[in-house]
């Protein structure tokens, strides 16, 4: 079974062809919203992978949170353990998006920000009873602590998604077995530069070592990810898949949801790793973030071609 700690984070996306003045009020072109947070991201491309996933998390007792908890249960995602906050709002997140694509963002955590190590400790039995957790860090980071620290004396596998960088604590590395930076987490984690395709596996192998880990996956986006598995001495380099992409949002997720999947039913990681490839190429042919990750069959037969 798969265990995810992590946010829920509702979207709502302004498109416009500039960004406002200070003061100004400036009528948008679009409008969207997306079910979100890497949390649940992460929860649904398990599930859809093919593991038993439970998550765990806070929404508020909102309309946000009903479409939350609807989405996840017609995935088959276990919601008992998510906690509904009385106060504060489900988390939420503003993107504008400008014609050229680029973007700003602000986002409000609500209550996401209020779970805490005590919370964690009420949800030990989903825990420690699961074959992997995976968390990320957009929850406070004495949670996430609490519930690696939990997992990992259990005898859990452990996965974290260190993003967002900003908040990492090399501390956490003992409480975890797999670190998933993307090229930008893994450069700001060593001042190294993933670019320079020669410096990958030394990144890699550099991690490991400084987090005492038991394998290092780096996730390439468009090129694809790299795998060092200390266990096995294994280090392999997958190539991306060639698919027609249409919104990378979630890429991320939808690898590491599909690792944790694969890991929990038994799968090395350098194979964990080509499986995780294939669902994040998926995901990206499909606009938004929970609901672009793919099922089983799709990635075994893009895995197969
Ligand atoms: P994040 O979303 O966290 O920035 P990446 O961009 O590295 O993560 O994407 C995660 C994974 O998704 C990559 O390792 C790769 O397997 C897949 N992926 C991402 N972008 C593409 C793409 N354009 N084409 C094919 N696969 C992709």
């Known amino acids: 079974d798969v265990c995810v700690l992590g946010s829920f984070m509702k979207d709502l996306v302004a498109s416009a062809e500039r960004r406002p003045l200070p003061g100004e009020t400036l009528h948008g072109t679009g409008f969207a919203e997306f079910l979100g947070g890497k949390g649940v991201n992460q929860a649904i491309a398990a599930a859809r992978m093919g593991a038993r996933t439970a998550i765990v998390g806070t929404i508020g007792d909102d309309r946000y949170g009903e479409e939350f908890l609807e989405l996840l249960k017609s995935d088959g995602v276990d919601t008992e353990w998510v906690l509904r906050h ?7 997140g503003l993107p504008l998006v400008l014609p ?3 973007n700003s963002i ?3 955590s609500r209550a996401n920000s209020a779970i805490t190590p005590a919370d964690i400790e009420a949800a030990a039995e989903v825990l420690a009873a699961s074959g992997v957790l995976s968390v990320q860090l957009e929850l406070p980071v004495e949670a996430s602590r609490a519930a690696l620290e939990l997992a990992s004396a259990a005898g859990v596998t452990t996965i974290l998604t260190p993003a967002p960088v900003g908040t990492v604590d090399p501390s956490l590395g003992e ?5 998933v930076p ?6 700001a984690l060593t001042g190294l530069d993933c670019d320079d395709e020669s410096e990958v596996p030394a990144i890699a192998r550099r991690l490991t070592s400084e987090w005492d880990l038991r394998g290092c996956v ?5 090129r694809g990810a790299f795998v060092r598995d200390e266990l096995t001495g294994e280090e392999l380099r997958v190539p991306a898949h060639r698919v027609a992409t249409v919104d990378t949002v979630g890429a991320g997720d939808a690898f590491c949801g599909s690792l944790a999947a694969s890991l929990a039913a038994g799968a090395g990681l350098a194979d ?10 998926l995901s990206t042919t499909i606009h938004g ?3 672009s990750a793919p099922d089983r069959p799709s990635a075994l037969r893009l895995l197969d071609a």
């Open 86 to 92: 009385p106060d504060l709002g489900t988390g939420v």
């Open 100 to 102: 050229d694509g680029g």
């Open 106 to 108: 602000i986002i409000v």
């Open 175 to 179: 409480f975890v077995d797999i670190l």
């Open 182 to 187: 993307n090229e930008v987490e893994a450069a």
């Open 218 to 222: 780096i996730t390439l986006g468009a």
């Open 272 to 281: 964990a790793v080509r499986l995780a490839n294939a669902a994040g190429a």
């Open 289 to 291: 973030a929970a609901v």
